[in-house]
């Protein structure tokens, strides 16, 4: 549930009223507060987080006959964003404990044709950065930085958003801040991003002059205005999700059957999801009936993951088995409740549930 106020919306109906319907001033704005926000030199705002992976790949000029090794516990877009520039997804499985991409698989899935990496920060909790880095310089690899569940989490004192050669954060209502709809890439390479700003607007270097056979993936004003007031209040966000999150885990830590989110000491995981993980996928799905029952939602975020996907089936031919870690975090997480405005006795009644299904 995005966290909307009177300010918000006052940010929106002013910059209409001045007539700032499109990209301009405002967008110019958020990128600059943003991008100093997680400590990168250039900010490019776009139309939303799947736009902003692919306008990296682009001006990376990524294309057919090269590999790029992605997550497959991840929405889908961070593998259709390769086949959008015509080259191919490599799957590598995930850390079962954190559930984000998992270095050592990573190496395995390196080939002559792998041009670069893109390393999902799932649910808020960084991926291991230090040793992708050094498997991308390696390699002569580029690293990508998916960032769409992560504004705010730090990786070892660094804020998520420089710690590769660019990083993609979404602005979806769903994420600890938004824009409607919206995106952005940071990045502290000037040349990358003067290309990217390119890209965006149809490959246009001047007006009516087009460098790069472009795209239409402008922010606006609106969005911005939105987006600097989210901005704003980003951290205060941030701890109470935080807090709320730690209430769930000391309850969760007591029960055998479910194990909350794992947190590694040198980070901040800023819990866009709260996702636990069950001992079996036949006590997740009780407990998913359990809360219908109760008219609770919940999610299961990735199930199926991306591999496994029916339009990937048919593509690939991937079957179960192909990443047994990545295969059972599918089978066995779930999403919980988990916004600003939840209450204590809110957070009681989904406990209750899980303690139901104890018995």
């Known amino acids: 549930m995005p966290y909307i106020t009177e300010e918000d919306a006052q940010a929106v109906y002013k910059v209409v009223l001045e007539k700032r319907l499109s990209q301009g001033v405002y967008v110019e704005r958020f990128e600059k507060e943003f991008s100093r926000y997680v400590g990168a ?48 997804p490599v799957f590598a499985d995930i850390d079962p404990l954190t559930l984000n991409i998992d270095p050592n698989s990573v190496r395995e899935k390196l080939s002559e044709k792998t041009r670069a990496i893109i390393a999902v920060h799932y649910a808020g909790h960084p991926a291991e950065m230090d040793e992708l880095k050094e498997i991308s310089e390696e390699n002569g690899l580029f690293l990508i930085e998916d960032a769409a569940e992560a504004h705010g989490s730090i990786y070892k004192g660094k804020i998520v958003g420089s710690l590769g050669h660019a990083a993609c954060f979404s602005f979806y209502p769903n994420k600890n801040m938004t824009t409607g709809e919206g995106g952005m890439i940071t990045t502290n390479d000037e040349e990358l991003a003067e290309k990217i700003r390119m890209l965006r607007s149809h490959g246009q270097h001047e007006q009516f002059r087009y460098k790069y056979i472009g795209f239409n993936y402008r922010m606006t004003d609106i969005q911005a205005a939105l987006g600097l007031v989210q901005l704003k209040r980003l951290e205060w966000v941030l701890a109470r999700k935080i807090e709320k999150a730690r209430y769930y885990t ?3 830590e007591e029960l055998e059957f479910v194990r909350p989110p794992y947190e590694a000491p040198y980070v ?7 996702t636990v993980q069950f001992k079996s996928r036949e006590l997740r799905d009780k407990a998913i009936e359990l809360y219908e029952r109760e008219g609770i939602e919940t999610r299961c975020a990735f199930d199926p993951p991306i591999h496994l996907q029916p339009v990937y089936i048919r593509l690939f031919g991937y079957s179960r088995g192909y990443l047994p870690n990545t ?33």
Do not use: C, W
């Open 327 to 359: 295969e059972k975090a599918s089978d066995t997480v779930l999403s919980l409740p988990l916004f600003v405005e939840i209450t204590g006795k809110e957070q009681d009644k989904v406990l209750e549930v899980l303690e139901k299904l104890a018995n």
């Open 268 to 274: 901040r995981h800023t819990y866009m999801f709260y």
């Open 250 to 252: 000391r309850r969760i």
């Open 41 to 88: 030199k250039e900010g490019v705002a776009v139309t939303n987080g799947t736009a902003a992976l692919h306008l990296v790949l682009a001006a990376l000029e990524i294309g057919p006959g090269d590999e790029v090794i992605v997550p497959s516990f991840s929405f889908i877009s961070t593998a259709n964003v390769v086949l959008y520039q015509g080259a191919k």
